[in-house]
């Protein structure tokens, strides 16, 4: 790959002949060559900048010394000439893979206001073009842009790095940030590595680091996260009948674990249709969360007769749920919390009943204050459970 660097600062970019890109230099990988852009100026005081047209503070690079620049490196449509400015499109890792396929870059790199627009237009005309922000600053010149520009797309170049896997493995890869690292010592300062790391079994480890490569972009980088990974910020709202769908799909996937447990197919939410589904929206008081716009948990409540023959009306709970892949993140719980806490002030008593066998849920439902009561009558196979409300 051929690398070209239009500069007024040509020892700004001295740290391209160190390290890996001067090693990839002196291999023939890579053809680098810093250009002072004041070589291609005429007058006595080397001037490679002018007034703005219009009026306005700073100055302008004028469009001579690029134009002489590129006559003379010779620009052709296998060329990419980049620019570097805050306006530009935000330099990622998939730019840089874009970037690293390309035959040879130019960088065209800015000082003072930046450059003429025409110096920008007159490259597109002849070759490709990027402009290229880092992020959202203003930095001096474009010499640091086009460092970190370099960088990132060098090492991606076949034959750069000696271990292309610890590439794969990075940051941005795999759309997740990367997973924290540890070296030896295993203890240090009192800080220990975690123990999994330690035990050899390569898929505890993996799963280990995927999990942590989720849970660090959604706590750094949420932008970044497919929406199936969310986590965290969950907002419950009333059910409405455009939910139908999304409803009955989450019920179906939460309850075949249950049918699982109870080695029983014939529950009720496996066997409604749509039309019951969305019927009984209106007909509960019915709650779904949703997290960056994916129904991510259900819970609904209604009124029942008591069936202790006392003449009450309980608050029968039901369809409280969580997204398969989000439990364990207090998402049920809050599903749980959020129908209790909307009940009708005159309720007494929550009500709700599952699986005769759904010991999972049994423990839930008990670590949040519901009592077994298999005193009272339910449909067979299940078991009810009630709490009094304080
Ligand atoms: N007046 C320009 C503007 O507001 O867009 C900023 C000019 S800046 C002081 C001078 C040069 O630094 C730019 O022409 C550009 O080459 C470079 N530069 C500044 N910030 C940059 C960034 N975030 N990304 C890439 N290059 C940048």
């Given amino acids: 790959m051929r690398l070209d660097y239009l500069t007024i600062f040509p020892d700004y970019l001295a740290p391209l002949t160190l390290s890996l890109p001067g090693k990839a230099a002196e291999s023939g990988l890579l053809d680098v060559r810093v250009h002072d852009l004041r070589q291609w100026t005429h007058d006595r005081h080397r001037t490679v900048d002018d007034t703005p047209y219009g009026g306005g503070a700073g100055m302008v690079m004028r469009p001579e010394p690029f134009g002489e620049a590129f006559d003379e490196l010779g620009l052709d449509a296998g060329t990419t000439v980049v620019f570097t400015t805050p306006s530009?499109?935000?330099?990622?890792?998939?730019?840089?893979?874009?970037?690293?396929?390309?035959?040879?870059?130019?960088?065209?790199?800015?000082?003072?206001?930046?450059?003429?627009?025409?110096?920008?237009?007159?490259?597109?005309?002849?070759?490709?073009?990027?402009?290229?922000?880092l992020g959202d600053y203003v930095l001096n010149g474009g010499e640091v842009a086009a460092l970190a520009i370099t960088e990132a797309v060098v090492r991606l170049l076949p034959g750069f790095m000696g271990n292309a896997e610890s590439l794969a493995e990075e940051s941005h890869e795999g759309g997740l940030l990367e997973y924290p690292v540890y070296t030896k010592p295993a203890s240090w300062r009192g800080l220990d590595v975690p123990p999994v790391l330690l035990g050899g079994d390569h898929g505890r480890i993996a799963a280990w680091r995927h999990e942590r490569a989720v849970a660090r972009t959604a706590e750094r980088r949420p932008d970044l996260l497919h929406p199936s990974h969310a986590v965290g910020e969950w907002t419950f709202e009333p059910a409405v009948p455009a939910d139908t769908g999304e409803i009955m799909t989450l019920w179906r996937a939460c309850w075949v674990q249950e049918a699982i447990a109870n080695e029983a197919l014939d529950i009720p939410v496996l066997r409604e249709s749509y039309e019951q589904v969305r019927d009984d929206i209106g007909a509960w008081q019915t709650w779904v969360a949703r997290s960056r716009g994916r129904l991510v948990a259900t819970a609904r409540g209604r009124w029942t007769d008591a069936p202790d023959g006392s003449g009450q009306r309980w608050w029968l709970i039901g369809r409280v749920c969580a997204a398969p892949d989000l439990q364990g993140r207090g998402l049920g719980r809050a599903a749980l919390e959020h129908v209790q806490a909307t009940a009708p002030p005159e309720a007494t008593t929550f009500m709700l009943f599952t699986g005769h066998r759904s010991e999972e849920n049994h423990r839930f439902y008990r670590r949040n204050g519901f009592r077994m009561r298999p005193d009272l009558p339910s449909e067979p196979g299940t078991v009810m459970l009630t709490k009094r409300k304080r």
């Fill in 88 to 133: 530009g499109r935000p330099f990622t890792q998939e730019l840089a893979r874009e970037l690293a396929r390309r035959e040879r870059l130019v960088f065209c790199l800015g000082r003072y206001e930046g450059i003429d627009q025409r110096v920008i237009d007159h490259a597109g005309a002849v070759a490709r073009v990027e402009e290229i922000s």
